[in-house]
T-cell receptor, first 113, second 117 residues
Framework: KNQVEQSPQSLIILEGKNCTLQ??????????LRWYKQDTGRGPVSLTI?????NTKSNGRYTATLDADTKQSSLHITASQLSDSASYIC????????????FGTGTRLTVIP | ETGVTQTPRHLVMGMTNKKSLKCEQH?????MYWYKQSAKKPLELMFV???????ENNSVPSRFSPECPNSSHLFLHLHTLQPEDSALYLC????????????????FGPGTRLLVL
């Protein structure tokens, strides 16, 4: 069964600290893995996307890693800011079309001053 | 803003009401989608339209009726909903449907928060 599991469910960190969010998947075949950021009251916005051959990709203070062998990905946030408070959703694609997108339930990150 | 707008942003309706959600994209895309987002559950794909034609209906109950008059507008007509239909309804768009899943990005609207009483 194609599944995407994210951990932790929620996380609270102090402003300026780093954090790492996890995504484990059982999706097969594998096409790519994308991380979205969803602010409260907003729709998801794409942060990064990685294919099988990529094991790291950065977008500013966000760095995603992918281990296709163990089917794990992480999203590392450096020097967190209050604006990083959001839900982060991992999405794994098994191929063409929206029906081949498998969404995680997200990690809710709260950054406190 | 992502270029995808949704109205209304919040909606409260009784189980016997009829209402409609509206989505408009200003990105020149040809594909549009409805998703349902419930608390602690993954996004659920409901409907897919490509060039105004419905290409996917993921076993959605008939009390949800989509309409796509053109590539820029998408509606979701609601009638006789149940309390378990309360959720955030997200609209998304992309250039086409075949690229989604192969790296093409979907752009999401802010959603309509629906509460069914």
């Amino acid at each position: 069964k194609n599944q995407v599991e994210q951990s932790p469910q929620s996380l609270i960190i102090l402003e300026g600290k780093n954090c790492t969010l996890q995504c484990n998947y059982t999706v097969s075949p594998f096409s790519n893995l994308r991380w979205y950021k969803q602010d409260t009251g907003r729709g998801p916005v794409s942060l990064t996307i990685m294919t099988f051959s990529e094991n790291t990709k950065s977008n500013g203070r966000y760095t995603a890693t992918l281990d296709a062998d163990t089917k794990q990905s992480s999203l590392h946030i450096t020097a967190s800011q209050l604006s990083d408070s959001a839900s982060y959703i991992c999405v794994v694609s098994a191929g063409t079309g929206a029906n081949n997108l498998f969404f995680g339930t997200g990690t809710r990150l709260t950054v406190i001053p | 803003e992502t270029g995808v707008t949704q109205t209304p942003r919040h909606l409260v309706m009784g189980m016997t009401n009829k209402k409609s959600l509206k989505c408009e994209q200003h990105l020149g895309h040809n594909a549009m989608y409805w998703y349902k987002q419930s608390a602690k559950k993954p996004l659920e794909l409901m409907f897919v339209y490509n060039f105004k034609e419905q290409t996917e209906n993921n076993s959605v109950p008939s009390r949800f009726s989509p309409e796509c008059p053109n590539s820029s507008h998408l509606f979701l007509h609601l009638h006789t909903l149940q309390p378990e239909d309360s959720a955030l309804y997200l609209c998304a768009s992309s250039h086409g449907t075949s690229g989604v899943g192969e790296g093409e990005t979907q752009y999401f609207g802010p959603g309509t928060r629906l509460l069914v009483l």
